[in-house]
């Protein structure tokens, strides 16, 4: 069974970073592509960012340029560098992990993962 384990989350002020790492366990985690989303209180979950088997991304235009998405095949993890925060980047922040046998796919569309993490709180002050 694949599980998946965030941490990095933190309280910011606006114009801050943080790095979010994904371990991946119980798995080949080269076999699958992964996801970065988030979810606001009130709010539906939506894609932050993704990342293909080879290195492809994908990202929501509200984070392009801000954040960055990359993963390390032989450390078995993901990571989601933030910068530029903003007020509106607090969520709770989870990574997801799709079995593929395409070396390029992504996506941003949460019912498309198998396996999700417990998420990692972000909390950005202005």
């Known amino acids: 069974q694949v599980q998946l384990a965030e941490s990095g989350g933190g309280s910011v002020q606006a114009g801050g970073s943080l790095r979010l790492s994904c371990a991946v366990s119980g798995g080949t985690y080269s076999n699958y592509y992964m996801g970065w989303f988030r979810q606001a209180p009130g709010k539906k979950r939506e894609g932050v960012a993704s990342i293909s088997r080879n290195g492809e991304t994908t990202y929501a235009d509200s984070v392009k340029g801000r954040f960055t998405v990359s993963r390390d095949n032989a450390k078995n993890t993901m990571y989601l560098q933030l910068n530029g925060l903003k007020p509106e980047d607090t969520a709770m922040y989870y990574c997801?992990?799709?079995?593929?046998?395409?070396?390029?796919?992504?996506?941003?569309?949460?019912?498309?993962?198998?396996?999700w993490g417990q998420g990692t709180q972000v909390t950005v002050s202005s």
């Open positions: 997801a992990a799709k079995y593929s046998v395409s070396w390029y796919s992504r996506s941003l569309v949460a019912a498309e993962y198998n396996y």
